[in-house]
C-alpha cells in the first residue's frame, strides 16, 4: 500500500506487493473518506505505519 499526503481527502493506492511499484499501477484506489472514519484516524494510521515498519526491520534482523 502507498499513500501520498494522507488526509480526510486523500486517494490511497493499494498496489501488489510481490511486485515492484515502478512496474505498476494501483489495482484499487480508495478515497480517504471511505476509508476514515474519525477526524484523527488518519494521524493514527500514519503512526501505525511508523510502528509496523520499525517491527519489521527489527524481525529482519532477528
Given at each position: 500500500m502507498r499513500?501520498?499526503?494522507?488526509?480526510?481527502g486523500s486517494?490511497?493506492?493499494?498496489?501488489?506487493?510481490?511486485?515492484?511499484?515502478y512496474e505498476?499501477?494501483?489495482?484499487?484506489?480508495?478515497?480517504?473518506?471511505?476509508?476514515?472514519?474519525?477526524?484523527?484516524?488518519?494521524?493514527?494510521?500514519?503512526?501505525?505505519?511508523?510502528?509496523?515498519?520499525?517491527?519489521?526491520?527489527?524481525?529482519?534482523?532477528?
Amino acid at each position: 500500500m502507498r499513500i501520498v499526503n494522507l488526509d480526510e481527502g486523500s486517494q490511497i493506492a493499494l498496489f501488489d506487493p510481490a511486485r515492484p511499484i515502478y512496474e505498476q499501477q494501483p489495482f484499487l484506489t480508495l478515497n480517504g473518506r471511505d476509508v476514515f472514519v474519525r477526524r484523527d484516524e488518519h494521524a493514527l494510521f500514519l503512526e501505525m505505519m511508523k510502528i509496523a515498519r520499525r517491527v519489521f526491520l527489527i524481525l529482519e534482523k532477528a
